[in-house]
């Protein structure tokens, strides 16, 4: 099947720093998208995109569709506190229904 | 997660029990999924519905049923549970096939 290799595992940071992690794949994808989980609660769905090439951003949070359609990253500027979670990217083909994620980086910020 | 609500939240069966997890959701959404969460593995698509009526494998399949109730509820059963079934469960739901998916928060099944 389908692999996202996702990178980092784990970063640890201090507040205020910035953040960056990607997502590549052997194949190509339609979408990408990426997710945050809080410890004890879902997947919450962060930033999605639709086109090679495309930059989206939400609030201090910026990803990219790569122009290649086989990766993507996420920035997080000036962290807080609030962004320790695990960070998932995860990659649709088309419409078959079926996402792939990445094995998560793992995202603790020091006050 | 608001709109996917899983239940129950907590679990602790012995091998060889059978179980149900129910899934239901109030977004009017056609498409239904349930992943497995492992440490280190991400998540992992077990079975997922793409509408009601229908019902397809994931990635990991074995040892596992689902049920596709009716449009809201999507239910998946260990008909005899193992250890290496010990895991974090979640349903999500979308409107369509190619569209991001929408979490609930998650069963926490423990097999002794």
């Known amino acids: 099947g389908q692999q996202l290799n996702q990178s980092p595992q784990s970063m640890f940071i201090q507040e205020g720093e910035d953040v960056s992690m990607n997502c590549t794949s052997s194949?190509?994808?339609?979408?990408w998208l990426w997710y945050k989980q809080d410890p004890g609660e879902g997947p919450v769905l962060l930033i999605a995109l639709y086109k090679a090439g495309e930059l989206t951003s939400n609030g201090r949070l910026t990803a990219q569709f790569g122009i290649t359609r086989k990766d993507s990253f996420l920035n997080i500027s000036a962290s807080i506190p609030s962004d320790v979670g695990i960070y998932f990217c995860a990659g649709l083909e088309g419409s078959n229904y079926k996402l792939t994620f990445g094995k998560g980086t793992l995202l603790t910020v020091n006050p | 997660n608001a709109g996917v609500t899983q239940t129950p939240k907590f679990q602790v069966l012995k091998t060889g029990q059978s179980m149900t997890l129910q899934c239901a959701q109030d977004m009017n959404h056609n498409s239904m999924y349930w992943y497995r969460q492992d440490p280190g593995m991400g998540l992992r698509l077990i079975y997922y519905?793409?509408?009601?009526?229908?019902?397809d494998k994931g990635e990991v399949p074995n040892g596992y049923n689902v049920s596709r109730l009716n449009k809201r509820e999507f239910s998946l059963r260990l008909e005899s549970a193992a250890p290496s079934q010990t895991s974090v469960y979640f349903c999500?739901?979308?409107?369509?096939?190619?569209?991001?998916?929408?979490f609930g928060d998650g069963t926490r099944l423990s097999i002794l």
């Open positions: 519905s793409a509408s009601e009526g229908t019902t």
């Open positions: 194949s190509i994808f339609n979408t």
């Open positions: 999500a739901t979308t409107p369509t096939g190619n569209q991001p998916q929408h």
